[in-house]
């Protein structure tokens, strides 16, 4: 199975902040990682998919780039409706494996 | 517009079985493959199993493997998860998930969740 590795756990910032999460897969996985945002008791909703590619609708401060094994996830200027924890999803091969999920905060 | 809604979620006893059902709307159902993802109380996300439209071909979790079976019915825009030999590690909200249609393995919306307990 496809290890990820995502980091931190959580994460404490201000409104404006600039955010990175990371995530490390154990093999290559090319551009194959997803990027989904989970908001308490409501399901996860779909930000990055092809590990750069924003989906519809999505605002433009989010950001995500890499290939092969590391990958980051950007929020560029942090939003009160930010706060979710966020998680990266490999999709090259099955079984399909989330990281851990980075808890994000506001200050 | 996509809606997914879960439903069969409950208290179950170890051992017992269960089966959730996923009634879908907005979307040509038997185009896209569905997934069941599943998350602890508190914890990460974790992938149970997918089913392709045709529902002829499956995939699941080593974790599962045996014990739960996905279905589908096309005619009904419906998507089942049949789990038996339940075990207390299984309690979680489950989820049903749609595909892109780039790739059977992204997926583009999800249900509100079903919460499954399994305790005696």
């Known amino acids: 199975d496809i290890q990820m590795a995502q980091s931190p756990s959580s994460l404490s910032a201000s409104v404006g902040d600039r955010v990175t999460i990371t995530c490390q897969a154990s093999?290559?996985?090319?551009?194959?990682l997803t990027w989904y945002q989970q908001k308490p008791g409501k399901a996860p909703k779909l930000l990055i998919h092809?590990?750069?590619i924003l989906e519809t609708g999505v605002p433009t401060r989010f950001s995500g780039s890499g290939s092969g094994t590391d990958f980051t996830f950007t929020i560029s200027r942090l939003q009160p409706e930010d706060i979710a924890t966020y998680y990266c999803?490999?999709?090259?091969?099955?079984?399909?494996?989330f990281g851990q999920g980075t808890r994000l905060e506001i200050k | 517009e996509v809606q997914l809604v879960e439903s069969g979620g409950g208290v179950g006893q170890p051992g017992g079985s269960l089966r959730l059902s996923c009634t879908t709307s907005?979307?040509?159902?038997?185009?896209?493959?569905m997934h069941w993802v599943r998350q602890a109380p508190g914890k990460g996300l974790e992938w149970v199993s997918l089913?392709?439209?045709?529902?002829?071909?499956?995939y699941y979790a080593d974790s599962v493997k045996g014990r739960f079976t996905i279905s589908r019915d096309n005619r009904k825009n419906s998507l089942f998860l049949h789990m038996t030999s339940l075990q207390t590690d299984d309690t979680a909200f489950y989820y049903c998930?749609?595909?892109?249609?780039?790739?059977?393995?992204?997926?583009?919306?999800w249900g509100q969740g079903t919460l499954v307990t399994v305790s005696s």
């Open positions: 998930a749609k595909t892109s249609l780039s790739t059977t393995r992204v997926f583009d919306f």
């Open positions: 907005g979307f040509t159902f038997e185009d896209f493959a």
């Open positions: 089913i392709f439209g045709d529902g002829l071909t499956t």
């Open positions: 093999q290559d996985i090319s551009s194959y």
């Open positions: 092809d590990a750069s």
């Open positions: 999803q490999q999709y090259e091969d099955l079984p399909l494996t």
